[in-house]
């Protein structure tokens, strides 16, 4: 176990942040949490690589217990009041998750907005592949893999899943994944 490093993590007043202190691996975090954010990490085994935060004000990210982060993930709240809440025993390759456009898309006519930042939810047991982009407004069940190189366009999935594509669409139904790879899943031995 190493100590986590977050000395290039910005943290305002009011904000919450609580990150399990020995992590497998790495362990280094950076970027910012606004005021009033919530950003929540349970422990356990937690492997960490780096993580980097953008959080605006009021907004909450919540991840479960047993997260493994095998590369850089990326967490960008760019607009305040978001949420991203994660399940438990989730896997991590380098991925980016996004609850906003970072700009403004507006109706011609009459000026309205139209692209508002929408939450994530990610239930337990899911593996986000290598350079997958999760957007505003997903919804995934348990137990889903997302194929490398996705685009997950603020759609909702159920469990037992593999997606990808961009857009990402359902790829394959009654999945269940193990970071071992062997010829039977461990629990059928
Ligand atoms: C998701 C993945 C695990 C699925 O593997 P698999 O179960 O063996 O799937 P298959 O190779 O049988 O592909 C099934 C279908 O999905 C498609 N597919 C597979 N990977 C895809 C991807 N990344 N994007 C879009 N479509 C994909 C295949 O073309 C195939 O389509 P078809 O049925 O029309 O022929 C694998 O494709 C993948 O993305 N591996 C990388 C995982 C990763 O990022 N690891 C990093 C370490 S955490």
Redesign the pocket.
């Known amino acids: 176990m190493a100590n986590l490093i977050h000395n290039e993590l910005t943290i305002a007043d009011g904000a919450t942040f609580e990150f399990p202190e020995d992590v497998k691996g790495q362990g280094r975090i950076t970027g910012r949490i606004g005021r009033n954010a919530e950003v929540i990490f349970h422990g356990i085994d937690v492997f960490l690589t780096r993580l980097h935060l953008e959080i605006k004000d009021n907004c909450r990210l919540v991840v479960g217990k047993s997260a493994i982060f ?1 590369k850089q993930t990326n967490f960008d709240m760019n607009e305040p009041g978001a949420s991203i809440i994660i399940g438990e025993g989730c ?1 991590f ?1 380098r991925s980016r998750f996004w609850t906003s456009d970072f700009h403004g898309i507006y109706d011609a006519t009459t000026g309205n907005r139209l692209n508002h930042t929408r939450d994530i939810m990610i239930g337990d047991r899911c ?1 986000v ?2 350079d997958v982009l999760v957007l505003k407004g997903t919804e995934m069940g348990n137990d889903t ?1 997302i ?4 685009v997950v366009s603020g759609k909702k999935f159920g469990s037992n899943l ?1 997606i ?2 961009n857009p990402a669409k359902v ?2 139904e009654g999945i269940i994944w193990h970071h071992k790879k062997q010829d039977i899943h461990p629990d059928f031995e």
């Open positions: 095998n896997m390759s593996w592949g290598n893999v194929a490398a190189g996705s593999v990808g594509g790829i394959k």
